[in-house]
């Protein structure tokens, strides 16, 4: 038996096509003693990174390549279903440059080419051919459709074509056999091409299934991508059950009386030679006028750390001046040596962008905030010696690998500072990075039971019987004894869960990536393909994948809650323009009191109910407390708090394993609280270097036996030589190794407990300014609103009707109260209440109903917004009922806008020449107001409440 390489396969990354999990491919290789196999996706290389490590953990060899759509005409055609189309083309890359000129082309494909779906064509072809093998694909493909044409002329002169624009012997005209009656006529007429140009063959099976027994399962997926239901039909191209993975006996006998075509797979097989470059940084470069980045970013530090100082916000009675400038100087040999000086440069730029630019930053987020030398450059807030926290949780010398700070930026402002990136570094070198959404069991239940035709009351009560739970899968459901019962009796129901859970957890489209962005040297498709996500590239490697080609990924995180205290801090600053809430104090006992009473709606990271309740059991007075607090209300940890909180007021006595140990315990009351305090009882008890307590750190969160059993034999050697009894080191260890599955990030924490005091304070010291933005930040949440609201009124705090002279675009503090934003009714847009405000701020108020509607009779004055203003009551401060203007606003904008359109024409009626506040006055009808209930409602109605 000969041997043979499949060389035109889907995996699950064709969305909604190919149904080969590339989890299982390998492994079905192996099963048919195949040594190789390739994957070729439709138009992208989602997939590659992932199947390639796939492939090599089985002792696969993998094949990288893309079945691409070739423009009928060129890229740039958009002309109907002619340019929609495309031809369809395997290439399979040989070598590196082969895949860089892949993934160049996969991404102009998306970039330039896009209409319909992402097309290269011709020109391309011929400038990034090199390091590839092109195949003809199946029967889309250009020459068998000239066949099926009936130009043969036209398919030869095509063969010959693509020959030359490959490099020798690197053009192959495949061949299929699916039993599909157009293949046969193609396979004859290419044969007879083959013998009169000398260009070979290659067979191939159009595999889009591992097992026969999955086609109906591809076919499930394909009808979900279609809208289409099963009993339509198969799929057009798949009506039989011929596209899986076939061994080389069943391709042998396909293919008798073909020379060479399967010889030639593993001929191309063998010419195919590309493997992935794992773990090498590939930096963007920051630009640096003077010196070295290094130099650069030490001047930096030290300017910092003199700002810093001037203004008091170095604590020197914790620790010395001289500790920060040790801590500094060590930091900076760090990252130095590991080569992030510009990593951290890119970084504080882009923060300082935000900064400069009123675009809120978070003090910190992630282990970053442990760096000493990211406070004193301004990327974060937080004083990491202050706070013990540690640098080697950020960035370890002994475990190399990238930093990452993640940045919470403005929720809405946030895209900015992105677009501030690509100006910076050329768009070209900045992409967004995929992520995929996944037929969950849920989601995946509901598809199938369309599909397959079954009745909604009977799906959704399938579907509803999967509990809503992180990662639950329909497999796990089943132990549900009522969701069993009807499995083992139903066939419907047995067919739904089979089909569903075959295709559970495949993804079922591509879309952007909340937070990563990618910075590179060179074009981002250099390194990787990109793909669109709407306006924007992304790459088409996930987050996992670009990390591990050792490319730079920067989280720019979108979170509600520093747009929040921006907005209330702006409210503040009308009333006290001194204000900041960097310079408020962290010790003020009525905010800690707050706190400590529960009062914590609005309070970032402390709303949920279990929440409040341990914090008038903790009764909170400082910033360390809030940090543990945070760190605690979580599954694992939280076994700790009633010890925490009896310790803390002396209910319980607390104790220390060893004296040494109370150092780093006493700030937690002597529980092991932090990642952190892991990682210094490590270097205190056995002599450990913190970079060195970190790995171990890892590997116990990890739970790796083979590590930990090693690193506990260190353990005890070390607490030995320093005169530790072994049972007592080894109840340590284990006391460390179960916790650390669940200690928290202490860096993460403070920096968040910093967020969580800012809130508190404004709450309880500016209400009125904090409510506002609360609000503000929930608008078309109406039971956040009303909650907001409520807690609002038990301060005192009136929240006074919309008004049309008074309200502004948000909710706003008026005399001590709060004005209802006129965003916050339903159908009232941007754009009319900006033009509203200008009106009114150009011109003055509006003296009654008939002035409002023709001062702004040029904007965007529509029916719809003004019925909510008056259901609102923003009318009422001129007189009149709201039933009147009700039962009259549509015929008088009629006539506002008859008159507007009669004036633009030049025909002027004989109100032309008055001013709008000269008007003559409208009668309005003699009629009673709405009862209450009734204006309440139209209210609710208008605003949600």
Known sequence: ??????????????????????????????????????????????????????????????????????????????????????????????????????????????????????????????????????????????????????????????????????????????????????????????????????????????????????????????????????????????????????????????????????????????????????????????????????????????????????????????????????????????????????????????????????????????????????????????????????????????????????????????????????????????????????????????????????????????????????????????????????????????????????????????????????????????????????????TQYDMDAVSELGLVKFDFLGLRYLTILKDAEREVKESDPSFSLEKIPLDDEKTYKMLSEGDTSGVFQLESGGMRQMLTQLLPSSLEEITAAIALYRPGPMDSIPTFIARKHGKEKVTYDLPVMKDILSVTNGCIVYQEQVMQIFRALAGYSLARADLVRRAMSKKKADVLEAERERFLSGCAQNGIEEALAGKIFDDMASFANYAFNKSHATAYAVTTYRTAYLKKHHPAAYFCALLTSVLGSAPKIAEYIGDAHRRGIRVLPPDINESRMHFHVHNGNIRFGLLALKNVGVRFVEQLIAEREANGVFTSFESFLSRMADGELGKRQVEALIKSGAFDSFGLFRSQLLATYEELIDTVLNKKRGNVAGQLDIFSTLLPDTQEEHTYPDIPEFSTRELLLLEKESSGM
């Open 1 to 538: 038996m000969g041997s043979f390489t499949h060389l035109h396969l889907h995996s699950e990354y064709s969305l909604l096509d190919g149904a080969c999990r590339i989890s299982a491919l390998p492994k079905a290789a192996k099963q048919a003693g195949h040594t190789a196999v390739a994957l070729t996706d439709h138009g992208v290389l989602y997939g590659a990174v992932r199947f390639y490590k796939a492939c090599v953990a089985e002792g696969i060899k993998p094949i990288i390549g893309c079945e691409v759509y070739v423009a009928r005409r060129t890229r740039f055609d958009r002309d109907g279903k002619r340019d929609s189309s495309g031809y369809h083309l395997v290439l399979l890359v040989k070598n590196e440059e082969g895949y860089r000129n892949l993934i160049k082309m996969v991404s102009l494909g998306f970039t330039e080419g896009f209409y319909s779906r992402p097309r290269i064509d011709k020109d391309l072809l011929r400038k990034h051919s090199a390091g590839l093998v092109a195949l003809s694909a199946c029967v889309a493909g250009e020459i068998p459709q000239k066949i099926l044409e009936g130009d043969l002329a036209g398919a030869k002169a095509s063969a010959l074509e693509m020959r030359d624009i490959f490099e020798p012997d690197s053009f192959y005209l495949e061949i299929q056999n699916h039993g599909i009656p157009e293949e046969k006529t193609v396979r004859e007429a290419i044969r007879d091409i083959s013998l009169e140009t000398g260009i070979p063959m290659v067979a191939t099976n159009d595999v889009h299934y591992i097992r026969r027994a999955d086609s109906e399962m591809q076919a499930v997926l394909m009808c979900i991508q279609t809208g289409s239901v099963l009993s339509d039909g198969r799929p057009m191209g798949f009506e039989r059950d011929e596209f899986y993975y076939k061994s080389t006996v069943e391709m042998e006998q396909l293919f008798r009386g073909f020379e060479g075509a399967i010889e030639n797979t593993e001929k191309i097989e063998r010419m195919c030679d590309f493997s992935f470059s794992f773990g090498k940084f590939q930096l963007p470069v920051f630009p640096v006028e003077h010196g070295t980045p290094g130099e650069e970013l030490a001047r930096l530090s030290r300017l910092g750390f003199e700002r810093l100082k001037a203004e008091g916000r170095l604590d020197f009675s914790l620790h010395p001046e001289e500790a920060y400038l040790e801590r500094m100087s060590y930091e900076l040999s760090v990252i130095h040596e590991m080569g992030f000086d510009e990593y951290y440069l890119i970084v504080r730029d882009f923060v300082g962008y935000a900064k400069e630019n009123d675009i809120p930053v978070g003090p910190g987020r992630g282990s970053g905030a442990g760096s000493l030398v990211a406070f004193f450059v301004g990327i974060t807030d937080v004083d990491s010696l202050k706070y013990d926290l540690l640098f080697e949780r950020f960035l370890n010398p002994e475990r190399i690998s990238m930093p990452d700070f993640d940045i919470d930026f403005c929720y809405s402002r946030r895209d900015e500072v992105i677009e501030y990136v690509k100006r910076r570094y050329g768009v070209e070198h900045v992409a967004q990075i995929v992520t995929f959404g996944t037929l969950a069991a849920r989601a995946a239940v509901r598809d199938v039971g369309r599909v397959l035709g079954l009745s909604y009351k009977d799906v959704d009560e399938i579907a509803k019987s999967i509990p809503h739970a992180l990662g639950i899968t329909i497999r796990d459901a089943l132990a549900d004894k009522a969701l069993r019962e009807k499995y083992d009796s139903s066939e419907d129901v047995r067919r739904l869960l089979d089909i569903s859970m075959e295709i559970e957890g495949m993804p079922r489209h591509a879309s952007t990536h909340a937070a990563g962005v990618v910075i590179t040297e060179h074009p981002v498709s250099h390194y990787v393909p990109l793909a669109l996500g709407g306006d924007t590239a992304v």
